[in-house]
């Protein structure tokens, strides 16, 4: 009887779940009509405006607006930058290739351990100048002990394919070139398969029969595997046109590993190089997952890894044209749903039920992902105030009237106010059993004033929100809780918006900004971009988030002491995110969790006087504190960003 209670108990909660998360989207898709409606309403000359809406459409894609640009200096500036980053692209070209005395240095290395890498390039119908690029790159490699395994199922109107890896073994005469005609064409992963079955190295790399590799980039991961102990590898990459390297379409620059971002998008995809102890009792590719082989394999192997290693350097060189995959997924249609089941499967392995895979707008192998909330835990709401009736009373209200989750707490710690109204405000929310005030009698530190409503608070999971939010979406605190609910994840961090809906906090990156403390990514773009290749629609890792609005588990707060007082105003949200980060923890943001921030009405800027020398002292601190985390970098960012720019524009040197 018992059991049946529970099953019928656990269909309503998901039922409601759902139902909250498909108002959620509902109210997403009103919210986006209704800025394309607005627009056109704005514009009476709309019709005749075409060549200014082209511009300004361009400038959305670049991540701004003309408005947040500074006036007509402000886009001159933005050009001038733009210039200056496009001529900065060049040395990921043929300009960072060894020069003679560099490939020598490397060539005469001696490693501890000297790994054989076999790289393995199923190859079918390729076309001859592509083929002859292809093993060109590996063969000009300055690290020399490599294998390269062909499989060639190409059919008999291209027996050239043949010939020249022929040729090409000849030439080698070292016996590193290893070529097998196939029967058939048995497909991507069957033709991978057949390489593998080749290949002697400890070591397999993974290969596109029309891509070029960097010649340095067997050397950069055999020194990782030697100073690492790597057992996964991976570096950055980009496509190219016209058959030249230095025409670059996107340069795709990524973050270390990243388990959330890598479920929700295949963004290590090339260049993988693992231990084929890594293999033992499973195999390379499964044909059900052909279009999206490789997403299957790298979240497997990556499971299985001790040391994943991501090179920060751009080493592979994706060509795009007709019929490639990074020409678009148009191509390749099939690649949507076996991306889905693989990343299905990867989350059934680890315990998962009742999850939903989506695309989103970015792209169709883009996913959102939503996670069965499980059971229905308390949430306690923490916002710490002082007067400012006006904030506090709309993000009080927008919680109470907005919010689809029931089991929650409010806990206003109210420290020093000496306004009239604000009492009057209090007293009216004694009509809520959910609704409490405390009072904090010390001086106003951010730190302590919320330590001391975390004390009061009776749920299972904290959320520290600013007094001046308002939330927008009807599941903010169900897409919050479904991660920080998990085991492996401490603090989850929401998408905040200024009141003109450009993007607050996107997720915080230690070292950004002036101060090289910690700064927001894209920061002030518009709403609806889509972020640095599609990060602003999927949920991802981040060294921290902000404490405008933050949930973690009530016990992780209190493990590691709740924020550090001694960071009285600024930057104890960072501090306390990197506190559990080190403990093995991962953060999570989230941009399916939306709310307007009305930052710094409460207590004003940073920038001036008094509480310019006071962040000034915090900054030092913080400095000191997390300084060797500092030299690193930021692992979810990329050193090849530069610190001063919110956007991921390129380091300017």
Same mark, same amino acid.
């Given at each position: 009887?018992?059991?049946?209670?529970?099953?019928?108990?656990?269909? @309503?909660?998901?039922?409601?779940?759902?139902?909250?998360?498909?108002?959620?989207?509902?109210?997403?898709?009103?919210?986006?009509?209704?800025?394309?409606?607005?627009?056109?309403?704005?514009?009476?000359?709309?019709?005749?405006?075409?060549?200014?809406?082209?511009?300004?459409?361009?400038?959305?894609?670049?991540?701004?607006?003309?408005?947040?640009?500074? !006036?007509?200096?402000?886009?001159?500036?933005?050009?001038?930058?733009?210039?200056?980053?496009?001529?900065?692209?060049?040395?990921?070209?043929?300009?960072?290739?060894?020069?003679?005395?560099? +490939?020598?240095?490397?060539?005469?290395?001696?490693?501890?351990?000297?790994?054989?890498?076999?790289?393995?390039?199923?190859?079918?119908?390729?076309?001859?100048?592509?083929?002859?690029?292809?093993?060109?790159?590996?063969?000009?490699?300055?690290?020399?002990?490599?294998?390269?395994?062909?499989?060639? !199922?190409?059919?008999?109107?291209?027996?050239?394919?043949?010939?020249?890896?022929?040729?090409?073994?000849?030439?080698?005469?070292?016996?590193?070139?290893?070529?097998?005609?196939?029967?058939?064409?048995?497909?991507?992963?069957?033709?991978?398969?057949?390489?593998?079955?080749?290949?002697?190295? &400890?070591?397999?790399?993974?290969?596109?029969?029309?891509?070029?590799?960097?010649?340095?980039?067997?050397?950069?991961?055999?020194?990782?595997?030697?100073?690492?102990?790597?057992?996964?590898?991976?570096?950055?990459?980009?496509?190219?046109?016209? !058959?030249?390297?230095?025409?670059?379409?996107?340069?795709?620059?990524?973050?270390?590993?990243?388990?959330?971002?890598?479920?929700?998008?295949?963004?290590?995809?090339?260049?993988?190089?693992?231990?084929?102890?890594?293999?033992?009792?499973?195999?390379?590719?499964?044909?059900?997952?052909? $279009?999206?082989?490789?997403?299957?394999?790298?979240?497997?192997?990556?499971?299985?890894?001790?040391?994943?290693?991501?090179?920060?350097?751009?080493?592979?060189?994706?060509?795009?044209?007709?019929?490639?995959?990074?020409? $678009?997924?148009?191509?390749?249609?099939?690649?949507?749903?076996?991306?889905? !089941?693989?990343?299905?499967?990867?989350?059934?392995?680890?315990?998962?039920?009742?999850? +939903?895979?989506? &695309?989103?707008?970015?792209?169709?192998?883009?996913?959102?992902?939503?996670?069965?909330?499980?059971?229905?835990?308390?949430?306690?709401?923490?916002? #710490?105030?002082?007067?400012?009736?006006?904030?506090?009373?709309?993000?009080?209200?927008?919680?109470?009237?907005?919010?689809?989750?029931?089991?929650?707490?409010?806990?206003?710690?109210?420290?020093?106010?000496?306004?009239?109204?604000?009492?009057?405000?209090?007293?009216?929310?004694?009509?809520?059993?959910?609704?409490?005030?405390?009072?904090? @009698?010390?001086?106003?530190?951010?730190?302590?004033?919320?330590?001391?409503?975390?004390?009061?608070?009776?749920?299972?999971?904290?959320?520290?929100?600013?007094?001046?939010?308002?939330?927008?979406?009807?599941?903010?605190?169900?897409?919050?809780?479904?991660?920080?609910?998990?085991?492996?994840? #401490?603090?989850? $961090?929401?998408?905040?918006?200024?009141?003109?809906?450009?993007?607050?906090?996107?997720?915080?990156?230690?070292?950004?900004?002036?101060? +090289?403390?910690?700064?927001?990514?894209?920061?002030?773009?518009?709403?609806?971009?889509?972020?640095?290749?599609?990060?602003?629609?999927?949920?991802?890792?981040?060294?921290?988030?902000?404490? #405008?609005?933050?949930?973690?588990?009530?016990?992780?707060?209190?493990?590691?002491?709740?924020?550090?007082?001694?960071?009285?105003?600024?930057?104890?949200?960072?501090?306390?995110?990197?506190?559990?980060?080190?403990?093995?923890?991962?953060?999570?943001?989230?941009?399916?969790?939306?709310?307007?921030?009305?930052?710094?009405?409460?207590?004003?800027?940073?920038?001036?006087?008094?509480? #310019?020398?006071?962040?000034?002292?915090?900054?030092?601190?913080?400095?000191?504190?997390?300084? @060797?985390?500092?030299?690193?970098?930021?692992?979810?960012?990329?050193?090849?960003?530069?610190?001063?720019?919110?956007?991921?524009?390129?380091?300017?040197?």
């Amino acid at each position: 009887m018992e059991t049946d209670y529970k099953e019928a108990y656990e269909k @309503e909660h998901l039922k409601n779940a759902d139902l909250a998360g498909r108002i959620a989207d509902l109210e997403m898709q009103n919210e986006e009509l209704q800025f394309k409606i607005d627009r056109i309403k704005n514009n009476p000359l709309w019709k005749l405006s075409k060549p200014a809406r082209n511009f300004v459409h361009w400038s959305v894609r670049q991540g701004t607006r003309i408005k947040n640009c500074g !006036g007509p200096k402000g886009i001159v500036r933005k050009m001038q930058y733009k210039k200056r980053e496009k001529k900065a692209m060049r040395r990921y070209g043929t300009e960072s290739f060894p020069t003679e005395q560099e +490939r020598k240095l490397q060539s005469e290395t001696k490693f501890a351990n000297p790994v054989k890498i076999s790289i393995l390039v199923p190859l079918y119908n390729t076309p001859k100048e592509f083929l002859i690029e292809m093993l060109d790159s590996v063969v000009n490699q300055t690290y020399e002990n490599w294998e390269l395994c062909l499989a060639d !199922g190409s059919d008999s109107a291209h027996e050239e394919v043949g010939k020249i890896c022929a040729e090409y073994m000849e030439k080698d005469g070292r016996g590193r070139i290893v070529y097998e005609k196939l029967a058939k064409n048995e497909g991507i992963s069957g033709n991978t398969n057949a390489c593998y079955k080749m290949a002697t190295g &400890s070591y397999i790399g993974l290969f596109d029969h029309d891509d070029i590799l960097h010649p340095c980039a067997l050397y950069e991961y055999v020194k990782a595997i030697n100073e690492q102990g790597a057992d996964y590898l991976y570096c950055d990459e980009t496509t190219f046109k016209s !058959g030249d390297i230095n025409k670059m379409l996107t340069m795709h620059f990524k973050p270390d590993y990243a388990p959330d971002n890598l479920r929700a998008n295949n963004y290590i995809c090339h260049f993988s190089v693992f231990s084929r102890e890594l293999l033992e009792g499973t195999e390379l590719f499964r044909s059900r997952f052909d $279009g999206s082989q490789d997403h299957d394999m790298i979240l497997r192997l990556t499971d299985r890894a001790k040391k994943v290693v991501h090179i920060p350097k751009l080493l592979y060189y994706w060509r795009s044209h007709a019929g490639s995959v990074a020409s $678009g997924i148009e191509a390749k249609t099939y690649a949507i749903a076996a991306a889905k !089941g693989a990343v299905a499967e990867h989350l059934k392995n680890h315990g998962f039920e009742n999850f +939903r895979i989506e &695309s989103t707008r970015a792209f169709e192998t883009i996913f959102r992902i939503r996670y069965q909330i499980l059971g229905n835990p308390m949430i306690s709401i923490v916002i #710490a105030n002082k007067d400012h009736v006006t904030d506090l009373k709309r993000a009080v209200t927008s919680i109470l009237e907005k919010s689809t989750y029931d089991n929650y707490e409010i806990i206003i710690v109210e420290n020093n106010s000496e306004s009239e109204e604000i009492f009057a405000y209090y007293d009216s929310l004694r009509e809520y059993d959910n609704v409490k005030v405390v009072r904090y @009698e010390g001086k106003f530190n951010y730190s302590a004033v919320n330590n001391f409503g975390v004390s009061h608070a009776k749920g299972d999971y904290i959320l520290l929100l600013n007094n001046d939010t308002e939330v927008i979406t009807v599941n903010w605190m169900e897409e919050l809780l479904m991660y920080a609910q998990r085991k492996d994840v #401490a603090c989850v $961090g929401a998408k905040l918006y200024y009141p003109d809906k450009t993007i607050q906090h996107a997720g915080v990156v230690i070292g950004l900004g002036a101060h +090289r403390t910690a700064g927001h990514t894209h920061y002030k773009m518009p709403r609806q971009n889509l972020g640095y290749m599609g990060r602003l629609c999927y949920a991802q890792n981040v060294s921290a988030v902000t404490g #405008a609005c933050l949930m973690v588990k009530k016990a992780l707060f209190e493990e590691v002491g709740g924020l550090n007082e001694n960071l009285e105003i600024s930057l104890n949200d960072v501090d306390f995110c990197l506190r559990l980060l080190q403990k093995g923890y991962l953060n999570v943001f989230t941009p399916f969790c939306e709310l307007y921030h009305y930052e710094s009405a409460s207590r004003g800027l940073d920038d001036k006087g008094e509480k #310019a020398e006071r962040y000034n002292k915090e900054s030092e601190y913080f400095r000191k504190e997390w300084k @060797e985390l500092l030299e690193a970098g930021d692992p979810y960012y990329n050193p090849n960003f530069s610190l001063d720019r919110s956007d991921f524009s390129l380091k300017i040197l």
